[in-house]
């Protein structure tokens, strides 16, 4: 068995049941046992929304914009940082990070959560957004509703829109200049950030000034597992180059028969059209556009975000959807 390598936090005690809706749930995997950190927010036992972050090796916190609408609203939603990431444990074996443990992974999770067809709803947000819809293919039938936000059903399709849509509308000396940083594997440069975070960043990640971004964000990112996220994604910002550059599931939409609510954005890195369509070829879907939003509409489209969402969810709860 691995040695388990905690994250930045660290709790005592040997219960994995904590104070505050916490609870540290054991994870199976090839390379033995580690724990994933989740917490609970409200209780409804018919509206149970489990939160999966982007990255990979992204963290929950940018979450946190819910707080301020789903209680208020009776949606109880879950937190939950999956292994490698910063409230979980971290261990470096490099065998783990792969898209098919993960989804075992989360049916650990459920499992452990006591979420079933009558109450769980899954919402994945970018790389999240993968994790649910490869998740669904497999264990749908635990599902009651499914919420793919900001990703695309193909990574070839989003490097095809990067190269296609976004890359050319940007400054191409300025492009040019981050090309050159990354085919010399030097990323960690300060120019290339100083570069990317207005042609790219504030454009279509969150469109704010990056001095105004939320807490959350900046804790979100200060959290990143790179590692993770490295071997996965890649190193390049404009698109993917990892482990999951070759991952497509358009074939398999059709096979999604739980209700499907999938949201895009117009200045997302993601395309809207490809997200409307994705609604199309499911056979319970519907599409929510964020006119104002990028990549983190619950941010710079907010109430529109949140207002389909909580919508969504009230749909299906009611079987009007």
Not at 42 to 63: A, K, M, W
Not at 112 to 120: G, K, S
Not at 209 to 222: E, F, I, T
Request: proline share 6%.
């Amino acid at each position: 068995m691995q040695t388990q390598t905690r994250g930045y936090l660290d709790y005592s005690g040997r219960d994995d049941t904590l104070s505050g809706g916490v609870k540290l749930i054991p994870i199976e995997t090839p390379k033995g046992t580690f724990r994933v950190w989740t917490k609970r927010i409200g209780n409804n036992p018919r509206q149970r929304l489990l939160l999966l972050h982007g990255g990979p090796g992204g963290t929950h916190e940018y979450f946190e914009a819910f707080d301020s609408f789903l209680p208020n609203a009776g949606v109880e939603y879950i937190y939950y940082d999956q292994l490698g990431s910063a409230y979980s444990d971290q261990p470096k074996d490099a065998d783990l990070w792969e898209l098919p443990r993960f989804v075992e992974e989360l049916e650990q999770v459920r499992q452990a959560l006591d979420l079933d067809r009558a109450n769980f709803y899954l919402l994945g947000h970018s790389w999240g957004g993968i994790l649910a819809l490869e998740y669904a293919l497999t264990y749908q039938q635990h599902l009651k509703g499914l919420i793919i936000s900001n990703m695309m059903a193909s990574c070839p399709a989003y490097n095809a829109y990067a190269h296609d849509v976004l890359m050319p509308a940007m400054d191409q000396a300025a492009l040019a200049e981050v090309k050159r940083l990354e085919a010399a594997k030097d990323a960690d440069n300060p120019r290339y950030m100083e570069l990317l975070m207005p042609m790219h960043y504030e454009q279509h990640v969150l469109r704010m000034p990056a001095d105004q971004w939320p807490d959350p964000v900046n804790r979100l990112l200060k959290h990143l597992n790179q590692t993770v996220y490295t071997l996965m994604q890649g190193p390049s910002e404009l698109g993917l180059s990892g482990r999951l550059l070759e991952w497509d599931r358009t074939a398999d939409l059709p096979k999604l028969a739980v209700p499907t609510l999938t949201i895009g954005a117009t200045y997302d890195t993601m395309d809207p059209k490809h997200m409307e369509w994705m609604a199309g070829r499911v056979q319970h879907g519907r599409f929510l556009l964020c006119p104002r939003g990028s990549h983190l509409a619950m941010y710079d489209d907010q109430a529109t975000y949140i207002e389909g969402l909580i919508g969504f969810i009230a749909d299906v709860d009611a079987g009007r959807f």
